[in-house]
């Protein structure tokens, strides 16, 4: 019922930027936190960024200065801006949302993923 789908990924060179984008829809009654997970080849899925409801940020200490989260909740979605990028910012990017949605007469709290977005930084 709810979807999240990434769009942004590609192909750059190191030092180069990227935009991605992450959209929800569906049956939505409000959005919590988002954020944006990678997986590298051989890796554990780790935490990019995270922004809440309320605007918070936290990064990963390997993006801080580089990468920057951010959302539009009118349009449903969380974009995060990377710059300087380095070879091993290489990876699956996955949007990650804390969405609260009607189930019968009650609120309740849906983690949902996305499916991932590639990024390859590479010359």
């Known amino acids: 019922q709810v979807q999240l789908v990434e769009s942004g990924g590609g192909l750059v060179q190191p030092g180069g930027s990227l935009r991605l984008s992450c959209s929800a829809s569906g049956s939505i009654f409000s959005i919590n936190a988002m954020g944006w997970y990678r997986q590298a080849p051989g890796k554990q899925r780790e935490l990019v960024a995270v922004i809440t409801s309320g605007g918070r940020t936290n990064y990963a200490d390997s993006v801080k200065g580089r990468f920057t989260i951010s959302r539009d909740d009118v349009k449903n979605t969380v974009y995060m801006q990377m710059n300087s990028l380095k070879s091993e910012d290489t990876a699956n990017y996955y949007c990650?949302?804390?969405?609260?949605?009607?189930?019968?007469?009650?609120?309740?709290?849906?983690?949902?993923w996305g499916q991932g977005t590639l990024v390859t930084v590479s010359s």
């Open positions: 990650n949302a804390d969405v609260s949605v009607w189930v019968l007469a009650s609120l309740r709290s849906l983690e949902v």
